[in-house]
Every structure is written in structure tokens, then in C-alpha cells.
């Protein structure tokens, strides 16, 4: 990747302006490049443990990519049903889910859900490659998820579920309805909840896009505070800090596998 400094490299990522071919990325299954035609720069996924998440957190990238008349996709593990102490988990899950479409609506995304329990998302293969099949139905360019650095433990399971289903869905030799497909980049979010080793690497311009993203987050009903946490508040001015670090108005902090960051060089 010809990356000189920080700004070439957020000029240059534009997440996903000039993926690397599956095959030269170290860690990725090279075989699967052979059945993935050049990534569009403008298909990206969003996976989260919980709706919120996906928008909250990782909505703002996936808000872009659509902006710039892509397909953005937001998948969320659970309906985060038992997120409210006083609305009962049926409801609660359906409001989400309503939120939810309202959401991707606002982004021109869409909004694709697999429903574990809320607070017990499984971590095995059944789980893997769902998200697999998934994968291979929408061929994102991008995937961005969970850190791992989570004291939640459904963002632990979703870092380490979607980890291995993306591997499992560049696998020609795993059989599914779908053909392989090699996701290019992954990213992981800047999420409250999963700040134990967060790294930020990438700085991204989401300043086209801040009002609609926010619009979209004010469609779920914790948005303000009603759960206990500010969101409103904290990713709001999270966005302005990350932009103050990187030179734009508003931005997302995004960290990168460490596989992504490796280069390589005929000079330093
Ligand atoms: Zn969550």
C-alpha cells in the first residue's frame, strides 16, 4: 500500500477506494481471490452483537459507502431485546427491529437481522456460518464489527463469530448456497463498550453524512439516555474529537486487524 503518512493513508483508504486483491492480504485465504471479482468500493457491512451497535457505532462508515451510492448492509446478531428494564423483551426486541429498518432506511442501507437471545449469542459453527452465509450473499468490500477489548460479552462472541465466519466465507472448499467470497478489509469499531486495548489506526471524514447518521441513531429508543447511557451525547462528541485528531469536523476512529497494517516495502 504506498502510504507515506497518515493523511495519504486516509486519502487513500477511502475504506475501501483501493482495497488490496484478497490474495496479497496476509492472513486471508488466497485461494478464495480466484472466485471474488474486484471489491466495489462501495459494499460494506456493518456486524454488530446488537442493533444499536451497528448504528451507533459502525453506522457512520456504512452511512458514507451509501452516500456515495453503495450497498451498505447492517447485521445484528441479536434484536437486543433485554435492553430495557422496564419494557418487557418481546416488545423491546420489535421496537428495535423497527428501529432498525427505520434506520437503514434514512441511510439507504439495509438492515438484516439473526435473532439469538440477547445477552446469550452462542459462539459455534452454526452461528459462523450463518454470518458466513450472509457474507456470501451481500460481498462486502469492508466488514467492520467488534473489538475484542469488550467487557460485553455478546461483542466478545460477535468479534470472535464474525473473525471466523469471514474466513469461512473465502473458503471455496466450504460449500455453501452461495460461492466463496474473500472479504478485501476489515475494520473494528470505536465502541464504548469494547475500549480495553482499542487502537485507533484510521481516521475517516464522516462530515457528508453526520446529520443523516444521527437522524438514523434518533430512531432507536435509547438514543437519549432512556437505558442508562448517553449516546446521544457521547458519540456525538466522540465524533468531534476523533475529527479535532484527524482535520475534519466530524469523524470515526476505526482500528484495523494487524494483519491490514502490514507493508510491504522495497524502501523505508
Ligand atoms: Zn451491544
Known amino acids: 500500500m504506498p502510504v507515506h503518512t497518515r493523511r495519504r493513508f486516509l486519502e487513500s483508504i477511502g ?31 456493518a456486524i454488530a452483537a446488537h442493533p444499536g451497535d451497528a448504528f451507533f457505532a459502525m453506522g457512520a462508515p456504512v452511512a458514507l459507502e451509501a452516500s456515495l451510492g453503495g450497498q451498505g448492509v447492517f447485521l445484528s446478531l441479536s434484536l437486543g431485546e433485554r435492553g430495557s428494564a422496564s419494557i418487557p423483551a418481546p416488545r423491546y426486541g420489535a421496537m428495535q427491529r423497527e428501529a432498525s429498518e427505520r434506520a437503514a432506511r434514512l ?33 462486502p468490500a469492508i466488514v467492520v464489527t467488534h473489538w475484542k477489548g469488550s467487557w460485553h460479552k455478546d461483542h466478545r462472541a460477535c468479534y470472535d463469530i464474525v473473525n471466523d465466519a469471514v474466513f469461512y466465507a473465502g473458503l471455496p472448499a466450504i460449500a455453501r448456497k452461495d460461492k466463496a467470497h474473500a472479504v478485501p478489509k476489515m475494520f473494528y469499531a470505536d465502541n464504548w463498550e469494547d475500549a480495553d486495548g482499542f487502537r485507533a489506526d484510521t481516521f475517516l471524514d464522516i462530515t457528508p453524512v453526520f446529520d443523516r447518521w444521527i437522524e438514523a441513531c434518533a430512531a432507536f429508543p435509547m438514543w437519549l439516555g432512556e437505558n442508562g447511557f448517553r449516546y446521544n451525547d457521547y458519540y456525538r462528541s466522540l465524533a468531534v474529537e476523533r475529527g479535532c485528531l484527524s482535520g475534519s469536523r466530524y469523524a470515526v476512529a476505526l482500528m484495523s486487524p494487524a494483519e491490514q497494517l502490514v507493508r510491504h516495502a522495497r524502501a523505508l
Open 107 to 139: 441511510l439507504a442501507a439495509q438492515a438484516a437481522f439473526l435473532t439469538w437471545s440477547d445477552g446469550e449469542i452462542p459462539v459455534n459453527e452454526e452461528v459462523k456460518l450463518a454470518v458466513c452465509d450472509i457474507i456470501r450473499q451481500y460481498r
Open 15 to 45: 475504506l475501501g477506494a483501493s482495497a488490496l486483491p484478497a490474495a496479497q492480504m496476509p492472513g486471508r485465504p488466497a485461494s478464495a481471490d480466484s472466485e471474488t471479482p474486484q471489491p466495489s468500493r462501495s459494499n460494506i457491512m
